[in-house]
């Protein structure tokens, strides 16, 4: 899993057309701005499961030395 910092206003981009931006932080609640293309599904991770049945994948974890 990748960590990164971010500060109200600032953003992340994946693949090139997907940007996450943090638009407010409120006490323990962070509220994200989520622009990506139509074909492109976005749910919260308890609709996820709803609709799939399941936990989204994880990626795995990177092998650690030796």
């Known amino acids: 899993m ?3 910092s971010r ?3 600032e953003s992340i ?3 090139n057309d997907i940007v996450i931006t943090v ?3 409120r006490g ?3 509220r994200l701005g989520i622009v990506a293309p139509k074909d492109v599904p976005v749910h919260r991770e308890e609709v996820y499961e709803a609709i799939h049945g399941t936990s989204p994948a994880k ?3 990177p092998a650690g030395p030796g």
Do not use: F, Q, S, T
Request: glycine share 0%; net charge positive; charged share 30%.
């Open 23 to 25: 638009v407010e932080i």
């Open 28 to 30: 323990d609640k962070v």
């Open 13 to 15: 981009v994946i693949n």
């Open 2 to 4: 990748l960590v990164l």
């Open 7 to 9: 500060k109200k206003n």
């Open 59 to 61: 990626p795995a974890a």
